[in-house]
């Protein structure tokens, strides 16, 4: 599914909620130009309802997995992905970002379609966490000998700090 998929006519909203369900894979992230997604499972269950003042209100749920690079190691890791949005889409000319507590997406005058696709791709990487790490004792054992050898050598250079000072005034003497 593409970013263009996730598009929903208006004309279809009438009264009462409305549902739709969409499964967005790698394709749709790749879509974004986000390399760090290796591999995406997402189902976005969508709920629309028009309201009387013209506006449309939005229950995005999202839920799935998005395979990243483990930040440790740097080989690829599943993480679960979980996230819920309640969203109002309407026409407004000033800029406002959120009506009775929900976030707005502005809709362009006379527009006949409501494109949730950078919402449901906001709300799956804002789901990840901080860091995207393995649980503790799967990340990869060549990946963190690597970087145990790199924070040694690190370390000992860091109990020289007056090491290139020392070398600054060795030249100068000479």
Not at 92 to 97: L, Q, S, Y
Not at 106 to 116: K, P, T, V
Not at 154 to 169: G, H, M, V
Request: hydrophobic fraction near 40%; include cysteine.
């Amino acid at each position: 599914m593409t970013a263009e998929d996730l598009s929903i006519s208006l004309n279809e909203i009438t009264s009462g909620w409305k549902e739709y369900n969409w499964t967005v894979g790698l394709e749709f992230f790749q879509s974004f130009e986000n390399d760090n997604i290796l591999d995406a499972d997402i189902r976005a269950k969508v709920k629309v309802s028009k309201v009387e003042d013209g506006s449309f209100l939005v229950d995005l749920a999202l839920s799935g997995t998005l395979t990243v690079p483990c930040d440790r190691c740097g080989e690829s890791v599943e993480i679960a992905c979980k996230n819920k949005a309640d969203l109002v889409a309407l026409h407004c000319e000033e800029d406002i970002f959120e009506k009775d507590g929900r976030e707005i997406i502005q809709l362009e005058e006379g527009a006949r379609a409501l494109n949730l696709s950078q919402e449901v791709y906001d709300f799956a990487i804002l789901a990840l966490p901080l860091k995207c790490c393995h649980q503790k004792g799967q990340c990869s054992a060549k990946a963190l000998e690597t970087l145990s050898e790199s924070r040694k050598a690190s370390k000992e250079q860091d109990n020289k700090p007056f090491a290139a000072l020392a070398d600054l005034i060795k030249n100068s003497n000479n």
